[in-house]
């Protein structure tokens, strides 16, 4: 039975061996992103330029446009508050009511019409 023990363990540190050798080898991948088909709507709000440099660093512009236009702010503070806490988006808790400000002004119920 100690043959056996020793031929178990000679056959399993050939795996372990053999399976740490193949990671090292492993291939990067890499992953290409089709293009924007939408940029976020220019604006002179502070947020503008706060959801540039947090949401869309995340998904396109697409996913704010494609939100109902009768949004309402409730709806755009739970949506910025959900990517920060849910998806932990790095985004700073004193730039939300900004973003959140051009979010409902430029996609939500808000918006001039």
């Known amino acids: 039975?100690?043959?056996?023990?020793?031929?178990?363990?000679?056959?399993?540190?050939?795996?372990?061996?053999?399976?740490?050798?193949?990671?090292?080898?492993?291939?990067?991948?890499?992953?290409?992103?089709?293009?924007d088909g939408l940029q976020l709507k220019p604006s002179t709000l502070p947020g503008y330029a706060k959801a540039q440099a947090n949401c869309v660093a995340c998904h396109s512009a697409e996913y704010m446009a494609y939100q109902p236009p009768t949004a309402a702010r409730p709806y755009w503070e739970a949506m910025v508050k959900r990517m920060k806490m849910v998806f932990k988006a790095p985004v700073d808790e004193a730039d939300m009511p900004a973003i959140v400000e051009y979010l409902v002004k430029t996609y939500g119920n808000e918006q001039p019409r």
């Open 1 to 35: 039975m100690g043959q056996a023990v020793k031929t178990l363990a000679a056959a399993v540190a050939a795996l372990v061996i053999g399976v740490a050798a193949g990671a090292a080898r492993a291939d990067v991948k890499r992953i290409e992103l089709p293009p």
